[in-house]
């Protein structure tokens, strides 16, 4: 069973927290706040329903606990809050916070009766069962706090073994970096009673400006140790070469797996329709099932509901598509370009009789392999728990490929009458350690191999070897290139905290800028539906561009560089203003002839071919306008007509032709006209109801306005084209 966790977030709410301090644009709240919606937003984001999330206030104007319910004669837990018991956090309870995580009137509140509250939530919920527990308390020390004389707190915490984090505003940081100077003598105690109780129960306590830095530094997820595979590992052939062949049983767990980015199709944004429902839909998952309806005008980003099954055209259903049950699919593979239909009956020919195991089919040196061949999952080999015997069989195997530096290649089966797998397994020994670590190879069908030609010699049809020709480097350049490569080097462009000089970009420093964007984004829209989305987190961007003062230093080297091959700035690209009609080699006109007359009107059958028939004949501006405009009507009729999204790729076609030819001849301004005049008709719904998915695939297609940045004639700005694609709340 999965790991629970119980966190209970303790947030200072007192007045102070209102102020600003030392130089700040932010109030100590507003700046720190954003450390508890992170996790608050990282424990949604996972939607595990075996976490539990509880949020109390203290130094509130009014008191909400059961402790102050239970000893009405004293007013130790007066002035703390309960915002909501442990219990797995729901959308709607993010709404909630966003008004109860506002400052007091009142200094009052004592901060270790509030962790008191805590461990009393925390030890009624868990009782003795087995969970991770968390107490997570925001302040900044203010206000009068009573003394944990004899250690009760400090007690209670290690015996229910409850981790205590606290969160410091302005805390001065032991290890090196921030102190606080002139430092209020009450703040002084609490800080030093609270560090003490830290010490003493295992704790961990961290300045806020620590934690709010850190924010943008991805984590990384433990792989849970989980049994893939129990069976046998075969060296040799058991049938034919017993006593020279080797059984050894063993045992896989998971060691790395590849962080994938989050699909669009696990999220949806529900807003409220006019009609009062859910645009949404009836969307939930195992951490919203019990979503409350957002308030009108806000947009709650939920976890898609998951569906089993597919859609297919039928013109005459609702919307031109019908469900159809996951019964009644056959399935198909995928060759090449084409969709191969295999059905059940057929299915028995293709699939190999195969058994389950793990038998050594060969083996490479260490210095032939490719590593590149083994990006992939990896797993962790161990002999069966508990067996002397096997372990010192599979010792053996790991010592005998270290001495010999070969690694082993092997076919894989997880179960029975399942597709067989090529994996290489890799010697590994660390502190008394041994094990085996498995990862997936490809098979001839899955590599694509390409040659190109050399950089370094031209070969003539007659196989002679040209020592000069215009494509092959000189000396001069060789040497050059040679010494900007030297003068761009990141090995040791970095610096370590004591000012060495250290590899830039490491490894360890560098974080997937698509898997964790999507999960910022997703984190930051659950908290702030209303917000616009933030920019990307420095440590996403940061090695996307190599550093300037590099650049700096390589400038001259570059120059050379560009000298030495001639380097010359190709020119842009220049539109005529008028297209000028290809010449036929009989000196015919094949269109005059078959055209006659100069065409009036755009037939919808043949509307792309008539328009540029249209724009060829054009003689002024006009007559161009009068084409774009009956195209664009077309364009617009299509959409009307359209069941569904039948259409919409004709549409599109007709939309990409319309934004082409009009950016070849130099009229940007008609063509912007008539794409915000489609916009507003698609996002108003004139265009035969609701036709947001036409709207997504022009996006998707960027068929936008021509800004000044693609021609020189147009008024628009790159700004304004990228507005182009938002859609207002009211749109």
């Not at 303790?10 to 927290?17: A, F, K, R, T, W």
């Not at 839909?281 to 019990?290: P, V, W």
């Not at 793990?358 to 083996?363: H, M, N, S, W």
């Not at 000089?501 to 560098?510: H, L, P, Q, R, V």
Request: with cysteine.
């Amino acid at each position: 069973m999965a790991n629970k966790e119980a966190t209970v977030f303790i947030v200072d709410l007192g007045s102070s927290m209102g102020k600003k301090h030392n130089g700040r644009t932010q109030t100590d709240l507003e700046w720190s706040l954003p450390v508890v919606w992170d996790r608050i937003a990282n424990i949604i984001h996972q939607g595990r329903k075996t976490d539990q999330t509880a949020v109390i206030g203290f130094r509130t104007n009014s008191t909400n606990n059961v402790l102050a319910s239970n000893h009405p004669d004293t007013d130790d837990y007066d002035h703390i809050n309960v915002a909501f018991p442990l219990k797995t956090i729901l959308g709607s309870d993010i709404a909630d916070l966003r008004e109860f995580f506002r400052p007091s009137q009142i200094e009052a509140g004592d901060i270790l009766s509030a962790i008191v509250v805590a461990m009393q939530m925390i030890t009624v919920h868990c009782r003795a069962l087995k969970y991770k527990k968390r107490i997570v308390l925001l302040t900044n020390g203010d206000g009068a706090m009573e003394p944990d004389t004899g250690n009760d707190i400090q007690k209670q915490l290690v015996k229910e073994d409850i981790l205590l984090s606290i969160l410091g505003v302005d805390f001065n940081d032991f290890h090196g970096g921030f102190q606080e100077e002139n430092k209020a003598p009450q703040k002084k105690l609490n800080e030093e009673q609270l560090c003490n109780l830290v010490l003493e129960a295992s704790g961990t306590m961290t300045p806020v400006y620590k934690a709010v830095s850190e924010l943008g530094i991805p984590s990384h997820r433990t792989v849970r140790a989980v049994t893939t595979y129990k069976g046998t590992l075969t060296i040799g052939h058991i049938g034919k070469f017993e006593e020279q062949s080797m059984k050894i049983e063993i045992q896989q767990w998971p060691l790395i797996m590849p962080a994938t980015a989050q699909s669009a199709k696990t999220f949806l944004v529900q807003r409220e329709d006019k009609e009062g429902e859910h645009a949404g839909g009836s969307a939930e998952s195992s951490a919203t099932l019990q979503q409350s309806a957002p308030k009108e005008g806000e947009e709650t980003l939920l976890p898609s509901k998951r569906t089993y099954g597919k859609q297919i055209e039928d013109p005459t259903a609702p919307g031109g598509k019908i469900d159809v049950d996951k019964e009644q699919l056959e399935k198909g593979y995928v060759y090449g370009r084409t969709a191969v239909h295999i059905g059940t009956d057929d299915m028995g020919v293709v699939n190999l009789d195969t058994e389950a195991g793990l038998e050594v089919v060969g083996f490479v040196a260490r210095d032939k392999f490719d590593r590149y061949l083994e990006m992939s999952k990896c797993s962790l080999i161990a002999a069966l728990a508990g067996n002397e015997k096997y372990a010192m069989a599979l010792s053996s195997f790991i010592h005998g490929l270290i001495e010999t530096e070969q690694f082993a290649v092997a076919r894989f089966v997880k179960k029975d009458n399942t597709p067989p797998h090529l994996v290489l397994l890799t010697p590994f020994t660390e502190d008394g350690y041994e094990a085996l670590i498995t990862s997936e190879l490809p098979f001839a069908e899955d590599m694509r191999s390409y040659k190109f030609p050399p950089l370094d010699k031209v070969v003539t049809v007659g196989g002679k070897n040209l020592a000069q020709h215009r494509t092959l480097p000189s000396d001069v350049l060789m040497k050059s290139m040679s010494n900007y490569i030297d003068a761009m080097d990141l090995s040791s462009f970095g610096t370590t905290d004591t000012g060495d000089a250290t590899e830039y970009a490491k490894m360890e420093d560098i974080y997937n800028p698509v898997v964790n964007r999507i999960t910022q984004v997703i984190r930051y829209r659950a908290i702030n539906p209303l917000d616009p989305i933030p920019e990307p987190y420095e440590v996403l961007t940061k090695y996307s561009k190599p550093p300037s003062a590099l650049l700096e230093s390589a400038e001259s080297a570059l120059n050379a560089v560009k000298k030495a091959g001639d380097v010359k700035k190709v020119p842009p690209r220049q539109f005529k203003r008028k297209r000028e009609p290809e010449k036929p080699l009989s000196g015919l006109d094949i269109d005059a002839l078959l055209s006659g007359e100069k065409r009036q009107r755009i037939d919808p059958a043949n509307a792309i071919p008539e328009f540029k028939q249209m724009l060829e004949k054009a003689s002024d501006v006009a007559a161009i306008e009068d084409a774009a405009k009956q195209l664009a009507r077309i364009i617009e009729t299509t959409i009307r007509d359209s069941v569904g999204d039948m259409g919409y790729q004709r549409a599109v076609e007709a939309l990409g032709t319309l934004r082409e030819e009009l950016q070849e001849i130099e009229e940007p301004d008609i063509y912007n006209a008539l794409a915000q005049e489609l916009k507003t008709k698609i996002l108003n719904g004139t265009l035969g109801g609701e036709r947001t998915e036409m709207w997504y695939n022009i996006k998707i297609r960027k068929l936008g306005l021509l800004d000044s940045s693609v021609s020189e004639r147009s008024k628009v700005s790159p700004e304004a084209a990228k507005d182009y694609y938002k859609v207002k709340p009211n749109a």
